[in-house]
């Protein structure tokens, strides 16, 4: 689980670190797709809350998971915070709160999912 999470959390960086550039390729068409841009930053960033939550359950079975959960939560909340915010100094980007949203709304529910599915 450990190796995945880390995987997951290297592609998320790569598709940013593309983005940043310009250089997204076949991956740009989802910026004209409606919608389909904020439901991948729902499903992305949700899908890391998911992993990192299942990982700190495994690594830390007696600490609370809700502990582990808001702590996550959290943190994965101001680095995305932090990612979107950086999307100004880029030309090619643009701070989009909608965005930020809906990276806010899939890690809620997926960590939540994390929650109920262990």
Do not use: C
């Amino acid at each position: 689980m450990k190796w995945l999470t880390l995987l997951f959390a290297i592609f998320i960086v790569l598709i940013i670190l593309l983005a940043n550039t310009g250089n997204l390729g076949i991956l740009a068409i989802v910026y004209h797709i409606p919608f389909a841009d904020k439901l991948g930053h729902f499903i992305l960033y949700g899908i890391l809350a998911l992993l990192v939550n299942l990982t700190l359950f495994r690594v830390y079975p007696s600490r609370s998971r809700n502990w582990i959960t808001m702590l996550s939560g959290l943190t994965l909340a101001l680095l995305i915070g932090i990612e979107e915010l950086s999307q100004r100094s880029f030309s090619n980007r643009t701070f989009d709160l909608i965005d930020l949203s809906a990276s806010y709304l899939g890690l809620i529910f997926f960590s939540w999912l994390a929650m109920k599915t262990t």
